[in-house]
């Protein structure tokens, strides 16, 4: 512990040497050179749940504009991890399942359809629910706030890791629209509409519709499986009315997804099937190498695989929230916030990425969200008082199948050869009250303190059927029950923040915040392939405590913000997703989400922004975790996982983004370069070689012009096709394979818009 005190107290003597270097530096530029560079804008946040210059704010934020999104093409939320260090988002099991979402280390990396992300999602103020809400289409965004570090106050439930925040844009009392239409590689189609008009001189809609339709880069030449590809349409419809003392936000959304999902490939790793000797972990997945069936895809191209696919998706959303704020007088505002939402989605996949039937099944998934939150924020002065109660109840039922080496029934031994059926009904409720003050002691001093008392309870409903063959002559099998259990699970307690904000000049504050989060117990309700499992498949709530110091500097006469952090995590009891081998031979491998004890987290972050020039912008974001350990701990199945690095934990992560502005024609021209960087990571607790992820960047660009009331982008992701996996799922003692989710290859396209 001391020379984990030792190496943080280190960091942040090093990088508050770094900040007075740069504030000496830029107060040294002269008058003349200062008139010459053009002034950042001041960025808002709603990190409180009120505007507020991000300055202002004791805690570390990013924020990404939606004009940036849509220039670049980014599609949905698993895309943000080039605008905030230490971010790591990914597709997960494919695109459609729940994404893994990271924060500083903190995630979680299950695919599981019941599960709840520890860091939490909102849109315009409403917590999307369970992880599988948590794939959020971009289209007519204002802007995300990205929230690193426990948010146990105004986003108490299950925000141990952090939270993001996507605001929508909101209608207008003017007419105005767009549309946008594009093409790409991988026969992509895209567009994009928006209408703005108002009704009255008190009310206005706005209406907002994306399509997309695109095949993936994966190439699979297996020639009886169809071609993958997703057809996704959303919109939203958004209606504003404005009174004297009251605003009344009613917003709905639809979305209707549809296609086959992307391929998976197979990482076979062993070299001889009749001897099972293995391939290192570098030789992996070449023609080299072999699954436990003797089957590679005869190709080393990383995106050509050759897999039975016949795997189709299926998504319908649907939902309404009503935002009512009331200012009662020039102190005191009533803001109200009811939401319902709907998810029904199946999801059909293929474990063993072979042309056999081997590991097949489907996730299917029908949740029902409700949600309310009421809220009082009074201010005087420069203090801020705001207090609310918080109700959520979730209705999660899942209907899953997987079905285990079909082709070998009647060969194998009939307790190998199974089709599972297991359906959980997970219903949660939970209950908050929160209060925090923002109080300014004086002109350089002031604190904001905050304490939320929750409490969750949930009721889960499991029940499994096995489908085997018990006479070799009849195949189709017979269905049997599996195991059928049921419990409640409940908790409660406090979580909150302590933050001193000093103003250190009038260019930066410092600041140190002592925040902590709680993230809920539950019910793993993903594949259990033994009723001991099922028995033992609830787990309880997490915590973390988090230490952070950090400052803000904002030189807008010469262009520069510059923000760092450095921080401290004890986490407590941590939940975690473990997929281990079985004891037996080819039986699947045993998943358990379980608390894993302690783990202790630190690291350092910082941030730039510079306009050089009214033409030249420039941004960097450094993210580095040294130590991101699980203390001692043995899990059920006897694995040491003593010192082991947390899964999706890049010990560097870098970004960095250039943009430069011209005329061309009379006309304004707009360049952007953007990269990302990260260093390598596992995928799995086990710090298996064969499951990781080395380094890698992304680079992305975009060419933007402007004619009158058209605007064309040419943009690019991926540019240098780099080759890289979201998941490399570990079926080694099964199959002797891992499946290989693959991130996507190069793409580009043309988008052409039209406004008025």
């Keep these: ?129 369970s992880a599988s809400n948590q794939i959020v289409n971009f289209f007519d965004i204002e802007q995300v706030d990205i929230l690193r570090g426990p948010q146990g106050t105004l986003f108490g439930r299950n925000a141990t890791g952090g939270a993001i925040l996507i605001r929508t844009k909101r209608p207008e009392f003017n007419e105005s629209g767009y549309l946008t239409a594009g093409i790409a590689n991988n026969n992509a189609f895209n567009i994009d509409a928006m209408y703005n008009n108002q009704l009255s001189d008190k009310t206005a809609f706005r209406l907002a519709i994306n399509r997309q339709d695109y095949d993936y880069s994966t190439n699979n030449v297996f020639s009886q499986s169809p071609t993958a590809g997703m057809e996704q349409t959303n919109a939203r419809l958004s209606l504003l009315s404005e009174f004297d003392c009251v605003q009344l936000l009613l917003q709905g959304h639809i979305e209707d997804w549809q296609g086959i999902v992307q391929p998976v490939g197979n990482i076979g790793i062993v070299a001889d099937p009749l001897t099972g000797e293995l391939c290192s972990p570098s030789q992996a997945g070449s023609t080299n190498c072999f699954d436990n069936f003797g089957f590679n895809d005869a190709s080393d191209d990383f995106y050509t695989v050759k897999v039975n696919n016949d795997s189709p998706h299926k998504t319908d959303g649907k939902g309404l929230s009503a935002h009512i704020n009331w200012q009662l007088n020039e102190r005191n505002e009533v803001v109200a916030i009811s939401s319902y939402n709907q998810l029904e989605r199946t999801h059909a996949f293929n474990c063993d990425g072979s042309p056999a039937r081997l590991c097949e099944g489907n996730l299917g998934l029908d949740t029902h969200l409700f949600s309310q939150e009421l809220r009082l924020q009074t201010q005087w002065d420069e203090h801020t008082l705001t207090s609310g109660l918080y109700y959520a109840d979730e209705s999660i039922k899942q209907n899953n199948i997987n079905d285990i080496l079909r082709d070998f029934r009647g060969i194998l031994a009939p307790d190998l050869t199974a089709t599972f059926f297991y359906d959980n009904q997970i219903d949660t409720q939970n209950m908050a009250a929160f209060s925090q003050l923002d109080y300014q002691l004086d002109s350089d001093w002031s604190i904001s303190v905050g304490l939320r008392y929750s409490y969750e309870s949930l009721d889960y409903d499991s029940v499994a059927q096995l489908n085997v063959v018990v006479d070799s002559a009849d195949l189709a099998g017979v269905l049997v029950p599996f195991y059928h259990v049921q419990g409640q699970q409940s908790d409660n307690g406090f979580s ?261």
């Design 496 to 756: 909150g923040q302590f933050a001193v904000n000093y103003q250190l000049s009038d260019t930066t504050h410092g600041y140190y915040r002592f925040a902590n989060g709680a993230k809920s117990g539950g019910y793993n309700g993903g594949f259990l392939s033994s009723p001991e499992q099922a028995e033992l498949a609830d787990y309880g709530k997490e915590r973390l405590n988090a230490h952070e110091v950090g400052s803000k500097s904002w030189w807008p006469e010469q262009g520069v913000r510059f923000n760092w952090a450095a921080f401290y995590y004890d986490y407590n009891d941590q939940q975690v997703f473990m997929n281990q081998p079985s004891e037996s031979v080819q039986k699947p491998p045993v998943q358990l989400l379980e608390n894993v004890g302690d783990s202790v987290i630190y690291g350092l972050e910082a941030e730039i922004d510079y306009q050089a020039t009214d033409a030249l912008s420039m941004r960097f974001a450094l993210g580095y975790i040294p130590h991101a350990e699980f203390e001692e701990f043995v899990d059920p199945l006897g694995n040491s996982l003593t010192d082991n690095r947390l899964p999706f934990t890049s010990k560097w992560n870098v970004s960095a983004g250039v943009e430069y502005r011209l005329e061309l024609a009379g006309n304004p021209l707009t360049t952007q370069l953007l990269v990302d960087y990260q260093s390598e990571y596992y995928f799995d607790q086990n710090q298996n070689p064969y499951a990781m992820q080395d380094g890698y960047s992304l680079v992305n660009g975009n060419i933007r012009y402007q004619l009158d009331n058209l605007s064309f982008v040419f943009w690019g992701k991926n540019l240098f096709d780099t080759e890289y996996s979201n998941l490399k799922f570990d079926l080694s003692s099964f199959l002797g394979m891992l499946e290989d989710f693959k991130g996507e290859g190069r793409r580009y396209g043309l988008d052409v818009s039209y406004q008025f």
């Design 1 to 129: 512990m001391k020379s984990h005190i030792s190496a943080f107290s280190n960091s942040i003597v090093i990088l508050c040497s770094s900040s007075l270097v740069l504030s000496a530096a830029v107060q040294a530029q002269n008058d003349e050179l200062a008139v010459a560079k053009s002034s950042l804008e001041v960025i808002e946040v709603y990190a409180q749940k009120r505007a507020q210059a991000i300055e202002d704010v004791s805690i570390a934020i990013s924020q990404v504009k939606g004009d940036t999104l849509k220039n670049q093409h980014y599609k949905d939320s698993t895309e943000l991890s080039i605008f905030a260090p230490n971010l790591k988002i990914s597709q997960n099991a494919a695109e459609g399942t729940p994404p893994a979402v990271n924060i500083r280390g903190v995630g979680l990396v299950d695919y599981n359809t019941a599960n709840t992300s520890p860091v939490a999602i909102y849109i315009d103020d409403v917590a999307v629910g």
